[in-house]
């Protein structure tokens, strides 16, 4: 009888304490926006770690600008000056443009690591692995903008387009690198080294970059070429950039960079998104 009430009393205590655990409250799952920024902190505190790799957003742009302006500057303008007008507002969107590449490396190098594995597991906001990586991206990109634009003012850059005017310039620079970032996520999840993945963004940013209108003015080159150039997408943004520093942006080539952009995010962050949640 005895050991028949003890069973009794030990199922009525399991009951309880599963009731009880069953009516507690849990921890909600971190919304999308705290999610996006835990791994923007996750993103900046490997550049605390790491701070070798700002080598491309502080030393390359220098020598970038050091090298074409004063390379190229006598002989395509007969002036280096004269040039620098004309030439650092396309090496700031050329070298932006060329840094993008390090968010699919980035992605392609968790992935490796399983580290990728791990966020998918967690009950979070699935992209914000991917968007919070891109806004620390943006604060790199800001860092080139600011390094170059410096630099230009010490070798005698005069933007008659005023503060405002540069202010303009890289936002449209930072619109339209978080959109061409996408295109490298994409390539970051696809390929299955970082090698890989390096050598695929040169052979696509390379032609885009050096085929443009950031060196020379498109009415110089042939007219097969000028058609290519005056589409190229790296040419839009440097015309839009390059007019707001001066002081001649239209409304025509801010919305043509917009549309870029929009049109690079709306194919290829779904197709991101797509497989981050698929990937095996």
Same mark, same amino acid.
């Given at each position: ?6 069973? *009794?009393?030990? &199922?009525?205590? &399991?009951?309880?304490? %599963?009731? $009880?655990?069953?009516?507690? #409250?849990r921890?909600?799952p971190?919304?999308? =926006? ?7 902190? *996750?993103?900046?505190?490997?550049i ?6 700002m ?9 970038? !600008?050091?090298?074409?302006?004063? !390379? ?6 007969? $002036? ?17 443009a ?11 190098? #968790?992935?490796?690591k399983?580290?990728? #594995? ?9 992209? +914000?692995? @991917? ?6 991206d ?5 860092m080139? +903008? =600011? ?10 850059f005069r933007? &008659?387009g005023?503060?405002?005017? =540069?202010l303009?310039?890289?936002a449209?620079i @930072?619109?339209? /690198?978080? +959109?061409l $970032? ?6 970051g999840?696809?390929?299955? +080294? ?17 085929? /443009? %209108?950031?060196? =020379? #003015?498109? *009415?110089?080159?042939?007219?097969? !070429?000028?058609?290519?150039v005056?589409v190229?997408?790296?040419s ?24 870029v $952009?929009v ?6 962050a ?8 698929n990937?095996k």
């Amino acid at each position: 009888m005895t050991g028949y009430i003890e069973q *009794r009393e030990k &199922e009525a205590n &399991e009951l309880r304490l %599963n009731e $009880s655990i069953a009516s507690s #409250d849990r921890p909600k799952p971190p919304s999308a =926006v705290a999610s996006t920024m835990t791994f923007a902190t *996750r993103a900046l505190l490997r550049i605390k770690h790491v701070p070798e790799q700002m080598f491309d957003v502080t030393v390359f742009p220098v020598i970038f !600008l050091l090298m074409f302006t004063y !390379l190229f500057g006598g002989a395509i303008a007969g $002036s280096t000056e004269e040039y620098l007008q004309f030439l650092l507002p396309g090496i700031l969107v050329m070298t932006v443009a060329q840094i993008t590449m390090y968010t699919g490396i980035d992605l392609n190098n #968790d992935i490796r690591k399983g580290i990728f #594995d791990r966020f998918r597991t967690l009950p979070i906001w699935l992209p +914000s692995a @991917l968007i919070g990586s891109l806004l620390v991206d943006v604060i790199r990109y800001s860092m080139a +903008s =600011v390094i170059m634009i410096t630099l230009g003012f010490a070798l005698g850059f005069r933007p &008659e387009g005023g503060l405002m005017g =540069v202010l303009g310039a890289i936002a449209l620079i @930072l619109v339209f /690198s978080f +959109s061409l $970032s996408w295109i490298w996520t994409v390539c970051g999840l696809i390929v299955r +080294s970082e090698k890989a993945l390096m050598m695929i963004s040169f052979m696509v940013l390379f032609p885009l970059t050096f085929v /443009s %209108n950031v060196f =020379v #003015d498109p *009415r110089t080159l042939p007219s097969w !070429l000028e058609s290519f150039v005056d589409v190229n997408p790296i040419s839009i943004l440097a015309t839009a950039v390059r007019g707001a520093m001066h002081g001649t942006v239209t409304t025509q080539q801010v919305i043509w960079v917009l549309i870029v $952009s929009v049109i690079m995010t709306a194919i290829f962050a779904p197709i991101t998104v797509y497989l981050y949640r698929n990937k095996k």
